[in-house]
């Protein structure tokens, strides 16, 4: 597709349980970046992945977050055993780089809306 | 201290209005700057990139002061269609983090 795609759309789960986000960049991207918004929040860093260095992962708030991405595309954001405060947006951007840093414009997903029971 | 701070609003002005944000930044490393415009439940869209010498898209003017660290954006002659949250970004160029204000809302009325 032409622009950045995220699945499910829309997550409502129960306390506890994993859940699964994808996201699937611009081809040619090979920046791809994971933020959350909670309401009326601004964006929280999540992870960064850069072609094949290793990820960026300092803003995983806790050890239940993890996120891969395979074969420098598709990415996927895990939450395990889900907690009330995980409820938010979580977005997926990418973006072109250049001597491996990340030129310019981040694009945007729609973004996966989770509620956690 | 944040990495970046904005005033988070809410502007209410009548349409026709110039209206202006400011944003501050703490880190005087950083490199790149940039206003996103993010409407009610969607995602974040690049609106202008802040170039040092200050630039224009129609009605919309950036300035960039690296000495007080800050950014400005103005909206000229606002329109309805203007209403949204305007997130201030910066990144710092070396790294590949880009840290995201916590957005001004701008309401236009008729």
């Known amino acids: 597709g032409a622009g950045v795609s995220q699945s499910p759309s829309n997550k409502v789960t129960e306390k506890g349980k994993d859940v699964e986000l994808r996201c699937d960049p611009i081809s040619g991207h090979t920046a791809l970046y994971w933020y959350r918004q909670s309401l009326g929040q601004g964006l929280e860093f999540l992870i960064y992945f850069q072609g094949n260095s290793a990820p960026d992962k300092s803003g995983l708030p806790s050890d239940r977050f993890s996120a891969e991405r395979t074969g420098g595309s598709v990415s996927t954001l895990t939450i395990q055993r889900t907690q009330q405060e995980d409820s938010a947006v979580y977005l997926c951007a990418s973006s072109s780089t250049r001597g491996g840093v990340t030129a310019g414009e981040l694009f945007f997903g729609e973004g996966s809306r989770l509620t956690v029971l | ?110």
């Open chain 2, 1 to 110: 201290r944040k990495e970046v701070e904005q005033d988070p609003g809410p502007f209410n002005v009548p349409e026709g209005a110039t209206v202006a944000f400011n944003c501050t930044y703490s880190n005087s490393a950083s490199q790149s700057f940039f206003w996103y415009r993010q409407d009610c439940r969607k995602e974040p869209k690049l609106l202008m990139s802040v170039y040092s010498s200050g630039n224009e898209d129609g009605r919309f003017t950036a300035q960039l002061n690296r000495a007080s660290q800050y950014i400005s954006l103005l909206i000229r002659d606002s329109k309805l269609s203007d209403s949204a949250t305007y997130l201030c970004v910066v990144n710092r160029g070396t790294g590949n983090q880009f840290y995201f204000g916590t957005g001004t809302s701008l309401t236009v009325i008729p």
